[in-house]
């Protein structure tokens, strides 16, 4: 039981490269979830998903885009990185039939990434 | 606009002291509270949740305080050890919808030998 796994780990682009982070669960949850965090600042939801096919904006969507092609996969773009998405990308999981009330996120190890 | 702070920012201690990590919080209407143990290069892994009904709830050496009244979290380590050095984040969660879900900045613990 792998839990939620990331790919890659790290990774580093130059200004206006595109790239895809994924993520992958095998607890069967419904829900996932995109996050990043900075330095001093608290994690910030990106997008969201509830279930397979259905994607969300979260608090900081914009140069994001996301795919929930499998219940089970995750997918974060970045179609033209800039160095303001250089971040530590952290994706989450949960079960429950309403997001974020009482279930508990599980998340991933993370993927560092600098965009020069 | 919903805000959750922690404090200290960041603590250092000697192993086998106790230390408490604040959380005060503004996030209205409350739903529930979260803290969380970041380790370095890790996500975050849920230590314990805190309802509304709440005051008090332990997990191991870690016990959680809610004063649901003065909007105040406390997590409190008792007999730290080397493997408590981490980062511990408080999460409020309001009411319906994901723009609830309020994270703090964390506070970075550091048990020294």
């Known amino acids: 039981n792998a839990g939620v796994t990331q790919t890659p780990k790290f990774r580093v682009l130059k200004t206006g490269q595109s790239m895809t982070l994924l993520c992958a669960q095998d607890?069967?949850?419904?829900?996932m979830y995109w996050y990043r965090q900075d330095p001093g600042m608290g994690l910030r939801l990106i997008h969201y998903?509830?279930?397979?096919?259905?994607?969300a904006k979260g608090e900081v969507p914009d140069g994001y885009n996301v795919s929930r092609l499998k219940k089970q996969n995750f997918l974060l773009g970045l179609e033209s990185a800039a160095p303001s998405q250089t971040s530590v990308y952290f994706c989450?999981?949960?079960?429950?039939?309403?997001?974020?009330?009482?279930?508990?996120?599980?998340f991933g190890p993370g993927t560092r990434l600098t965009v020069l | 606009k919903n805000q959750v702070e922690q404090s200290p920012q960041s603590l250092i201690i000697l192993e086998g002291k106790n230390c408490t990590l604040q959380?005060?919080?503004?996030?209205?209407?409350?739903?529930?509270l979260r803290w969380y143990k970041q380790d370095t290069g890790r996500g975050p892994v849920s230590l314990t949740i805190?309802?509304?009904?709440?005051n008090t709830k332990s997990n191991g050496r870690y016990t959680a305080t809610l004063d649901a009244d003065t909007k105040q979290s406390s997590l409190h380590i008792t007999a730290s050890q080397l493997s408590d050095s981490a980062s511990y984040i408080c999460?409020?969660?309001?009411?319906?919808?994901?723009?609830?879900?309020?994270f703090g900045k964390g506070t970075m613990l550091l048990v020294s030998p």
């Open positions: 999460v409020v969660k309001g009411g319906s919808g994901y723009s609830t879900l309020t």
């Open positions: 805190m309802t509304f009904s709440e």
């Open positions: 989450a999981s949960s079960f429950g039939t309403t997001p974020f009330l009482y279930n508990e996120q599980f």
């Open positions: 959380c005060n919080y503004t996030v209205s209407p409350f739903s529930n």
């Open positions: 607890m069967n949850h419904e829900y």
């Open positions: 998903s509830v279930g397979e096919g259905t994607t």
